[in-house]
């Protein structure tokens, strides 16, 4: 989906490296969440907001960090990163307000970013 | 624990013919199920979103269903295009959190 971008797509990095992938929208949306998705497995929740002060540890939350720097931007950080971080990472959005109009809370992706530690 | 399967992992079709991928699920409370296709490269994009009062939804060529008393779903496409080539994710929503566990996906490749 073009209203939710993420940077950069590709990052080669080495071990013990820092390192940040972001994510922005133009949806409007409050919800902001990051997952992961590795070969054979689901997606897994690493981080949501629900808010800018709002932070929350998703099922996989060890090894990383977030920022949510405004209600547009949401960024993910691996701090030392380490060869088994390798993986296809995705930012998605939610809108709270189409959950209060009785709507579905759809989620709404953005194209990923495929990280490899070395 | 929660837990959606889907089958088969992978399918091989003829383009123009018919398929039908299957989900099933352990998810509990259920909020609502939802089945996403995903292209190469590319995000996840919704197809379609079902509760449990729901038992059919169309969008255009992809009907899926939900039987929520056997917790399964299947996702059925019509005269299948080389476009239809993508992986499709059953998704399932926890009902208070709001939690969605995913499943691991059919990978369809649909051939000339």
């Known amino acids: 989906d073009a209203d939710v971008t993420q940077t950069p797509r590709n990052r080669i990095t080495k071990t013990g490296k820092r390192i940040m992938l972001e994510c922005s929208q133009t949806?409007?949306?409050?919800?902001m969440y990051w997952y992961r998705q590795d070969p054979g497995l689901g997606l897994r929740l690493i981080y949501y907001?629900?808010?800018?002060?709002?932070?929350n540890k998703g099922e996989i939350s060890d090894g990383y960090s977030v920022s949510r720097q405004a209600q547009a931007k949401f960024s993910l950080s691996l701090e030392s990163a380490i060869p088994n971080q390798t993986a296809l990472y995705f930012c998605?959005?939610?809108?709270?307000?189409?959950?209060?109009?009785?709507?579905?809370?759809?989620?709404?992706f953005g194209p990923g970013t495929r990280l490899t530690v070395l | 624990k929660n837990q959606v399967e889907q089958s088969p992992q992978s399918l091989i079709i003829l383009e123009g013919k018919n398929c039908t991928l299957q989900?099933?699920?352990?998810?509990?409370?259920?909020?609502?199920l939802r089945w996403y296709k995903q292209d190469t490269g590319r995000g996840p994009v919704s197809l379609t979103i079902?509760?449990?009062?729901?038992n059919t939804k169309s969008n255009g060529r992809y009907t899926a269903t939900l039987d929520a008393d056997t917790k399964q779903s299947s996702l059925h496409i019509t005269a299948s295009q080389l476009s239809d080539s993508a992986s499709y994710i059953c998704?399932?929503?926890?009902?208070?959190?709001?939690?969605?566990?995913f499943g691991t996906g059919t990978r369809l490749t649909i051939i000339p």
């Open positions: 998605a959005t939610s809108d709270l307000k189409a959950r209060d109009r009785g709507a579905y809370n759809e989620q709404f």
């Open positions: 949806k409007g949306h409050d919800r």
């Open positions: 907001s629900f808010d800018v002060k709002d932070i």
């Open positions: 989900c099933n699920y352990t998810v509990s409370p259920f909020s609502n």
């Open positions: 079902m509760t449990f009062s729901e």
């Open positions: 998704v399932v929503s926890n009902f208070g959190n709001e939690k969605l566990t």
